[in-house]
């Protein structure tokens, strides 16, 4: 069982809890979004050629550290104010959201790059 915050008691500090505990499920939840769609990039990159794989990899690469950087700010504007805000949870499920479908949309098309390569070529043979 975890300590009630100070100063909460009764049901106001079982209510606190429980937003505390959907914050963290839900920062959970973004986490495991942007690792997942960073790593399930890197197989496929081969997929669209020796050019846009190196392309693409550097483009995934400067975004993860770009990411990474504003991460390191962002933690420290919280650590200043001891918590962390609705709005700042709202963004980081918005900017999942867009990283997931950005991701969906870069799979689709390297998979479709693939099946397009690998389809059979069919020749039109004029009757004899």
Do not use: Y
Not at 16 to 36: D, E, I, N, Q, T
Not at 50 to 61: D, I
Not at 84 to 113: D, E, H, K, Q, Y
């Amino acid at each position: 069982q975890l300590p009630s915050p100070a100063g909460a008691s009764g049901a106001g500090g079982a209510s606190a809890a429980a937003a505390a505990a959907g914050g963290v499920v839900l920062c959970a939840a973004g986490l495991f979004v942007f690792l997942s769609t960073g790593f399930v990039l890197l197989p496929l990159l081969p997929l669209a050629g020796p050019a846009n794989a190196s392309l693409l990899h550097q483009m995934k690469c400067l975004g993860d550290g770009l990411g990474r950087l504003a991460a390191i700010f962002h933690s420290s504007e919280c650590a200043e104010s001891g918590k962390v805000g609705c709005g700042t949870r709202l963004s980081l499920a918005v900017t999942a959201a867009l990283r997931l479908t950005a991701v969906l949309i870069v799979v689709a098309w390297l998979l479709a790059a693939e099946r397009r390569r690998s389809a059979p070529q069919h020749a039109a043979v004029a009757p004899q």
